[in-house]
């Protein structure tokens, strides 16, 4: 199967969990659900998804179900997106090449669509089919541990608001991206494999060796990932994009561009591609999909 294929692929099996996890537009109380399911179904390109699938495929030959699972990791995703666009944080009106949910269902509602889908993730991984409970209680702890404040996402979005204005240095830049963009991605391959039997404990599947490898490579490429968009924030239009080009200098972020300038940026990303690629040589060719998942992260172009 080519990579194209594979990713329309498993992209479809992540929106028709999705689809079945988020209630229908229709349930009341529907304001809310439209609100949801607006922004959930906005075409993103399910990263974080697809790395939790490849990472399942990597460890073990049977990943029945894994899509539920990646499913957690794009509800959280999204939540922090509408929340990220709201007047108070961001304030973007454009998400996934459209306006985002605030403009289109109001600051109270966005907020509260944004919580649904946070509280909707822990309700999946809780009711996990064809998973023991201990593989669901690591999965609950892994992805909380991503989302939460120590080293994880809203850790990283404080540091990151709090940072504006300030002189852009690099241990300031990594004590953000490492925790906004980063644990996340690290999150998804790690939960990719623990789904699949990683680690102490799991009953079988990929050893803590493994875990590790994996975990090293999550690393690399969240790093990868957040200086690849900001590069891009800078030389690609919005319409490319699908969100406001230019925000990240208009609100004086802290970015990769800001600390080391463009080319050394560029030339960082690589270098992270290739230490993704390296981490991963103890699985072979099991691990094909999440090496061309590491390529296109750092090639891509919006």
Not at 133 to 160: F, H, K, P, Y
Not at 264 to 290: I, T
């Amino acid at each position: 199967m080519t990579l194209p294929d594979y990713l329309a692929y498993q992209q479809k099996r992540v929106d028709t969990a999705l689809d079945r996890w988020v209630p229908a537009e229709s349930q009341d109380p529907s304001i809310i659900h439209r609100a949801m399911r607006y922004s959930l179904f906005a075409g993103g390109k399910r990263i974080r998804p697809l790395l939790a699938m490849a990472a399942a495929e990597a460890v073990a030959d049977s990943t029945e179900g894994i899509e539920n699972a990646a499913c957690a990791l794009e509800l959280i995703h999204t939540y922090s997106l509408i929340h990220d666009d709201l007047p108070a944080l961001d304030n973007d009106d454009l998400r996934r090449g459209r306006p985002t949910c605030h403009k289109v269902f109001g600051d109270a509602m966005a907020i509260l669509a944004g919580d649904a889908l946070l509280t909707l993730a822990f309700e999946t991984l809780a009711k996990l089919p064809h998973v023991d409970s201990e593989r669901r209680i690591r999965l609950v702890a892994e992805l909380a541990t991503a989302a939460g404040t120590v080293g994880g996402m809203i850790g990283g979005q404080v540091n990151d608001l709090e940072g504006e204005g300030k002189d852009p240095t690099a241990p300031l830049l990594e004590s953000i991206h490492r925790a906004k963009t980063g644990a996340l991605l690290r999150a998804s391959v790690r939960m990719g494999a623990i789904y699949a039997g990683a680690g102490a404990g799991a009953g079988g599947g990929a050893n803590d060796f493994q875990l590790t490898a994996l975990t090293c490579f999550g690393e690399h490429i969240g790093l990868a990932f957040q200086i690849v968009d900001d590069v891009l924030d800078v030389e690609q239009p919005s319409e490319a994009l699908g969100k406001t080009a230019g925000k990240d200098a208009q609100q004086k972020k802290i970015t990769f561009p800001a600390v080391y300038g463009l080319e050394q940026s560029r030339a960082m990303a690589e270098e992270e591609r290739l230490a993704a690629h390296v981490a991963l040589r103890p699985f072979g060719s099991r691990a094909e999909r999440l090496l061309q998942l590491a390529d296109l992260v750092v090639q891509r172009t919006a």
